[in-house]
């Protein structure tokens, strides 16, 4: 099986729960015209047909498909994306929805507080779109504890749009600080142990106020993100909230704003290097040393001093146990 057919099998079986179970008044069944959208919607699946008979299968067997208000429709208890809605994907979206309907269903739970309405696993960005729209949004309904919705969540992210980076890590980050466990967190992620430590540690090192405001940063990975990271600690003086509230800072894209952070946020660059040259007693020049405020460099010249680099790596560990023998004697 691949990738895609394993997750969507995951994530809507086993489906529970008949056209009977759903409350008349606020969301009608389907009917037949809904089941035959869904049949065209897996015709044009080619590259997964064997998901499409296993989700057809489901169906067929009596998976719940109903109508529902998208006022009646409360987002996930966890928040994953961060620019959802304010997208070139989600014009498209939008547009194709107005134009073809909707063709896959989204993935609902009763909700746990309030049973007259439902909660969703994923599909904010159908949702979103059909409420904007004025029209019902078709959905799977299916009976799901925290941890089932929280898998499936992540899952349907990993198999359709991905999330960034970021967006990934303040996920994990939300999902602990809502007490759920790690190997839950690890299931919707597909990370492993190590990195899921690593991009909690990082979104507690980054305000989430500034990732927020940042945005999704879809270019941006995480050697860039932990280089952000450390300029923020080394600078504690930085005023990241000035940046942000800049007038033009909004009306850059998501990595722009990455961008325009991380120079704000770094280290004044060092002046020029100061460069001596090293002679002998009788005036051959053997070296150029190069200095500024991190690192000196030497540069031998092999022409004057055939073999003295070599001589000098050489060297350098005994020299260097000289200086720090001498340090010590000094501060004695």
């Not at 015209?33 to 869904?38: D, E, F, I, K, V």
């Not at 269903?105 to 007259?116: A, D, G, W």
């Not at 989430?208 to 280089?227: D, F, H, M, S, Y």
């Amino acid at each position: 099986m691949n990738k895609r057919r394993d997750a969507m099998r995951d994530m809507l079986a086993p489906i529970t729960g008949g056209p009977d179970e759903v409350p008349r008044q606020l969301k009608p069944v389907v009917q037949s015209g809904a089941l035959r959208s869904m049949n065209a919607a897996f015709e044009s699946l080619t590259q997964d047909a064997e998901a499409a008979e296993e989700l057809r299968a489901q169906i067929a067997a009596g998976a719940s498909i109903v109508e529902i208000d998208p006022s009646d429709i409360d987002a996930s208890f966890i928040k994953d994306r961060l620019d959802a809605f304010d997208t070139e994907d989600f014009e498209i979206l939008q547009e194709s929805l107005a134009s073809h309907g909707q063709i896959l269903p989204v993935l609902v739970r009763r909700h746990p507080q309030k049973p007259s309405t439902y909660q969703l696993a994923f599909g904010h960005r159908r949702v979103e779109a059909l409420r904007r729209l004025g029209m019902k949004v078709k959905a799977v309904v299916r009976d799901m504890g925290d941890d089932d919705l929280i898998i499936a969540q992540g899952k349907e992210n990993l198999e359709r749009k991905d999330l960034s980076f970021i967006e990934r890590a303040l996920f994990a980050k939300r999902l602990e600080e809502r007490g759920m466990k790690r190997e839950v967190i690890l299931a919707a992620l597909s990370v492993h142990k190590g990195n899921l430590s690593t991009m909690i540690s990082l979104t507690r090192q980054v305000p989430e106020e500034l990732i927020v405001a940042i945005g999704a940063a879809p270019k941006i990975g995480r050697p860039r993100w932990e280089q952000l990271a450390n300029y923020l600690a080394s600078n504690e003086a930085f005023d990241w909230r000035t940046v942000i509230k800049d007038n033009g800072f909004r009306s850059l894209g998501s990595d722009e704003r990455f961008e325009h952070v991380a120079a704000a946020a770094a280290p004044p660059r060092s002046s020029q290097a100061n460069s001596v040259t090293v002679s002998t007693r009788q005036g051959e020049r053997i070296a150029e040393v190069e200095t500024n405020a991190r690192k000196t460099k030497v540069t031998i010249n092999e022409k004057m001093a055939p073999n003295f680099a070599a001589f000098l790596v050489e060297q350098l560990p005994e020299i260097y146990e000289n200086f720090r023998a001498k340090q010590n004697r000094n501060a004695d």
